[in-house]
């Protein structure tokens, strides 16, 4: 279908190259700091949604467009400040992008009305052009091996940043009121972009920028196989993410007797697991991308089959849930780092292009398969459908991992036969 191998061999040549050249490169620091602030401010208000309802004097249901809303913003700005950044680079694009966020944030503390406020929460998704952007500079600048002990260190604030954005975003809520949220989001904004204006340095040189028509671009990224593959192994795992963030509390709450603080606990155990599977990234990744995301999507497999199994032999204690579960996050921690230097090593110019459409790509899958499962999904302590639900998701992310693996081994056998790289595999 495409040209594979291209980008295994002249695309990581090159980006090994650049990195043991480079003197640009960011701090890990700095890139941590994007990429937790490009998922902060998707769930740190959630507490306050009430409140803001009533200040508005609007309807629930409006105010909650500020969640949709912020989705379908955030994932076209991926796809959009992806290709921008291979073309206009990458410190610029992370500049505007903060900058951009810093004013949304203030316009959503001093909205007079509904409308300002969604209309300043929607240009806040401005941020998670910073995510790809730090993926990339990773990328290009520590190369394949170096890239994933970095990116993972980078996935571990982007699951914590979530992880306590709610508690703060409730104790803000609680103490100053709900505007007090986004002026402290203002604020964060603002001590990033002083930050990065000092150390973000650009990674892309000038003959890597891209010249080409956007689409042009993506039509080179949709045609390879190993795009595809790693893409959908990404959103299949994200999917069973979604599905058990939508049905953990309508399978255990009455075990938990109602108690929301012990239903956060337990559910924090998965972005516990993810932590440790960012971890265990750099390690694994020593093998091959493919390998890893095939041992990766294995031990979720194996960790939710164990959960099925005792559900249907009636198993009723909560560890039994929520300990099989934390391999949804292991294996998506492990998943992370080696599918998104797949997708980046594809076209080594479009890197940028690559993560911020595969993230785009891999979002709205996975809310196609929370949406599919959720029609599955509606008796209260229904433990068994509900690992039925997220072993077949996660199965699927195995058979992109083993589609993945096999794509590479393809490419890999071209390679000592002496084939060029624009006659390679077309899978």
Known sequence: MSRDNSAQTSGNRLTEKAAATSTAAPRRTILLLLTALSVLPVNIYLPALPNIAATFQADFALV???????????????????????????????????????????????????????????????????????????????????????????????????????????????????????????????????ISMRELKETAGPASRLKGDYFASYRQLLGSARFWAYTLCMACSTGTLYIFLGGA???????????????????????????????????????????????????????LLLGLILSISGVTHVLAFFGPCMFIGIGNGLTFPAANLGVMSVRAHLAGTAAGLAAAMSIAGAALIASIAGLFLREAGAVSTLFAMLLTSASLALSAAFFAAFVDRRVAVRIPNGESAESGSRA
């Open 64 to 194: 909650n467009l500020s969640v949709a809303g912020y989705a379908i913003i955030n994932a076209l700005t991926e796809i959009v400040a992806g290709a921008m950044s291979d073309r206009y680079g990458r410190r610029p694009i992370a500049l505007i992008a903060v900058s951009i966020f810093i004013v949304a944030s203030i316009g959503c503390a001093l909205a007079p009305n509904i409308g300002i406020f969604l209309l300043f929460r929607v240009m806040q998704a401005s941020i998670a052009a910073c995510f790809c952007i730090a993926l990339v500079a990773i990328k290009e600048t520590a190369g394949e091996r170096g890239a994933a002990n970095r990116i993972g260190y980078a996935a571990m604030g982007w699951a914590i940043a979530p992880m306590l954005g709610p508690s703060i975003g409730g104790i803000l809520d609680e103490t100053f009121g709900w505007r007090a949220i986004f002026v402290a989001l203002a604020l964060i904004g603002a001590v990033i972009l002083a």
């Open 249 to 303: 509390s309508l399978a255990v709450s009455s075990s938990l007797g109602g108690s929301s603080a012990k239903l956060g606990f337990f559910i924090g155990m998965v972005p516990a697991g993810f932590i440790l599977g960012s971890y265990l990234a750099a390690r694994l990744t020593r093998k091959s991308l493919s390998t890893t995301l095939v041992i990766a999507r294995l031990s979720t497999c194996m960790g």
